[in-house]
């Protein structure tokens, strides 16, 4: 006597879905026009410093929402983990140049035409809050901020709330500075 298996069929609920997880999306911002005058083009929240687990990821958002190849990326050497020389992503190899001259806190795409793309690099450990108002920032016209800039007015730090004056009785100079405590310097 044969025995026959019939394969059993799993539950619709059991079966594993093809698409990752919505969470497994890369956390990123892009500025709606990329080709502006700023110092970032937008900012991405990676989930560790692990390059080569991040970066196919990055890539593969940034080349659908912008509609571009990237070709390369530029990062900070001493910012990242397992970087590699360069990864696969559609139909190409994406190579990876690391320096130590750039600004750790960016990260930079070059594609096959068009302007580069600098992305604001939130750190991994950033609490979401944080994060997320930098996200929103870095989203909104920052032409003239520097990266230090976007960070502090995204996640101000306690201490400068403290130094702020409690009153909007500061007065401003014609040159644009902030004159606080000038009656105190005139009287002495």
Sequence with gaps: MTTTLVPRRLPSSRVTPARPQVDAAPRLILHPVPERRTVVDGAWWPRSRDAAAELPALVAAVDERLGRTTLRVGLHRDAWRHIPHRFPARGRQVRVGWFRSTDPRVITL????????????IPPDTAAGPAEATLDLTAQDTAGLTTGAILALACPSPGAARRAPEDSSARWENEGGSVTGQGAQAST
């Design 110 to 121: 070059i594609f096959a035409a068009g302007e580069p793309v600098v992305l604001l690099i």
